[in-house]
């Protein structure tokens, strides 16, 4: 079972603010680290596949980084709007089949 | 629209029924994953298949069934059905069978068990 863990579980931050968390996963026999974007109410929508070491996407406001020989990633949200309140996932290939295991989520709050 | 198409979007049933889920893939797409939220949990996979093949599985229950048909809708059946079946079941397709597609989400069937 791959253990793919998001720090923190949730976080509240202000309009304007900027943020980052965390996802990480084994770093031996990577294949690639996908993020999720999961509005209430909606299905989860994909943001970044991330399959090299030191890549960095970005996507409007939101960005993330990977460093596959510590085995992290990081969203960076910049300057969060109301829109940005969601959960965001991180999900990880099996070495050994097709299965993408997803992370529990870091679910963005953000107060006008 | 991510062009993924679920049906049906609730589903309301007794335990001990049988139910079957409806997945349309993305056109042009040949794999289908399912996924099961239930409460407090996160995505939890269950089945991916492609191009009509089973291709990975995950801790899907002995009660649970899924196959892929030819014109690549997949359905996931549930049989004695229990309380804790209670969930949100998701569909996801990818063009390829490859850890560089994203996956693209249907909308979901929620489905009850009384």
């Known amino acids: ?24 996963f084994p770093s031996s026999n ?6 999720y974007r999961w509005e209430t109410a909606k299905s989860p929508e994909a943001l970044f596949v991330m399959t090299l070491n030191g890549d960095e996407k970005k996507k409007g406001r939101i960005s993330a980084t990977l460093n596959t020989k510590e085995g992290y990633s990081y969203l960076y949200i910049k300057g969060s709007q109301p829109e940005d309140s969601a959960t965001y996932l991180c999900a990880f290939p099996s ?9 529990a989520g870091t679910t963005v709050t953000v107060r006008a | 629209d991510s062009g993924v198409t679920q049906t049906p979007k609730h589903l309301i049933t007794a ?6 889920l409806r997945c349309s893939p993305r056109s042009g797409d040949l794999s289908v994953y399912w996924y099961q939220q239930s409460l ?3 995505l939890q996979f269950l089945i991916q298949y492609y191009n009509g093949e089973e291709r990975a599985k995950g801790n899907i229950l002995e009660r649970f069934s899924a196959q892929q048909f030819p014109d690549l809708h ?8 229990e309380l804790g079946d209670s969930a949100l079941y998701f569909c996801a397709s990818t063009k390829e069978s490859s850890y560089n597609s994203p996956l693209h989400f249907g909308n979901g069937t929620r489905l009850t068990v009384t």
Do not use: M
């Open chain 2, 15 to 20: 335990t001990g029924q049988r139910v079957t």
């Open chain 1, 1 to 24: 079972i791959l253990n793919v863990e998001q720090s923190p579980q949730s976080l509240h931050v202000q309009e304007g603010d900027s943020t980052n968390f965390t996802c990480s």
């Open chain 1, 95 to 103: 070495s050994n089949d097709y299965k993408l295991s997803f992370g």
């Open chain 1, 30 to 35: 990577f294949y690639a680290l996908h993020w």
């Open chain 2, 74 to 81: 997949s359905e996931l059946n549930l049989s004695s059905l």
């Open chain 2, 40 to 42: 407090d949990q996160g």
